[in-house]
């Protein structure tokens, strides 16, 4: 079973953790860090305050161009170059050659899997295109989210083609009524960073709905 722990987010879980506008969240199994946050000093703080070592991670997933998701590359890259980047294909060409000074990076542009029960949706249309990761638990499939920009009603349409969505951890961004609808059906749901109606994603689903923040420990 998924262990994900979330280093970065301007939302506080624990109170040793330096909270900061951003997200970036970590896969134990898999040695897996999704988004790195706006700063390399406090991803390294927060990891380190977690027993998280740069060395211990293996992949890196970037979900899209934004300076509170790429933020800390150069920080955990300079740290452990032989870490194994996917970034999909509307990448500037700054963030890429930021990346290629430590590693090869992977770009993607459809759906992808990079592990036994871990793919990428690829990018998704919106103003700004951008990728989920999704997660393979006994309860079917989670998706990650930095931002949901394309919207998660989309993002958990795309998804459902390949199996039924358990749950979401991640920023939701700007929050529509057909988005609160389409989470419905989603059994776990931690919405945090971006999101603009948590409270009322909270109030529509309190069964389903689970407080996310820097130091929140999702055991799935």
């Given at each position: 079973?998924p262990?994900?722990?979330?280093?970065y987010n301007?939302?506080?879980y624990?109170r040793?953790?330096?909270?900061?506008?951003g997200?970036s969240c970590?896969?134990?199994?898999?040695g897996?860090l999704?988004?790195?946050g706006?700063?390399?000093?406090?991803?390294?703080a927060?990891?380190?305050?977690?027993g998280?070592s740069?060395?211990?991670v293996?992949?890196l997933?970037?979900?899209?161009?934004?300076?509170?998701?790429?933020?800390?590359?150069?920080?955990i890259?300079a740290?452990?170059?032989?870490i194994e980047v996917?970034?999909?294909d509307?990448?500037?060409e700054?963030?890429?050659?930021?990346?290629?000074?430590?590693?090869?990076p992977?770009i993607?542009?459809?759906?992808?899997?990079?592990l036994?029960?871990?793919?990428?949706t690829?990018?998704?249309?919106?103003?700004?295109?951008?990728?989920?990761l999704?997660v393979?638990v006994?309860?079917g499939?989670?998706?990650?989210?930095g931002?949901?920009?394309?919207?998660i009603?989309?993002?958990?349409?795309r998804?459902?083609r390949?199996?039924?969505?358990?749950?979401?951890?991640?920023?939701?961004h700007?929050?529509?009524a057909?988005?609160?609808?389409a989470?419905a059906?989603?059994a776990?749901?931690?919405a945090?960073?971006?999101?603009d109606?948590?409270?009322?994603?909270?109030?529509?689903?309190?069964?389903?709905?689970?407080?996310?923040g820097?130091?929140k420990?999702?055991?799935?």
């Amino acid at each position: 079973m998924p262990t994900l722990t979330e280093i970065y987010n301007n939302i506080p879980y624990r109170r040793d953790l330096i909270p900061d506008w951003g997200f970036s969240c970590y896969i134990h199994e898999a040695g897996l860090l999704f988004d790195t946050g706006a700063k390399g000093s406090v991803l390294l703080a927060n990891m380190q305050e977690l027993g998280i070592s740069p060395a211990d991670v293996r992949h890196l997933v970037l979900s899209h161009d934004h300076w509170d998701h790429t933020g800390g590359i150069q920080a955990i890259l300079a740290a452990n170059p032989s870490i194994e980047v996917f970034v999909h294909d509307v990448f500037s060409e700054e963030t890429l050659g930021l990346i290629r000074e430590y590693a090869a990076p992977t770009i993607v542009d459809t759906w992808t899997d990079i592990l036994s029960g871990i793919a990428v949706t690829g990018p998704l249309e919106n103003d700004v295109r951008e990728q989920s990761l999704v997660v393979t638990v006994p309860g079917g499939l989670l998706i990650v989210t930095g931002c949901a920009h394309p919207h998660i009603s989309r993002i958990i349409d795309r998804v459902s083609r390949e199996g039924p969505v358990w749950g979401l951890i991640g920023g939701l961004h700007t929050v529509t009524a057909e988005d609160i609808d389409a989470l419905a059906g989603v059994a776990y749901i931690s919405a945090s960073h971006c999101t603009d109606k948590i409270r009322e994603i909270e109030e529509r689903y309190p069964e389903t709905f689970r407080p996310g923040g820097a130091g929140k420990v999702h055991r799935l």
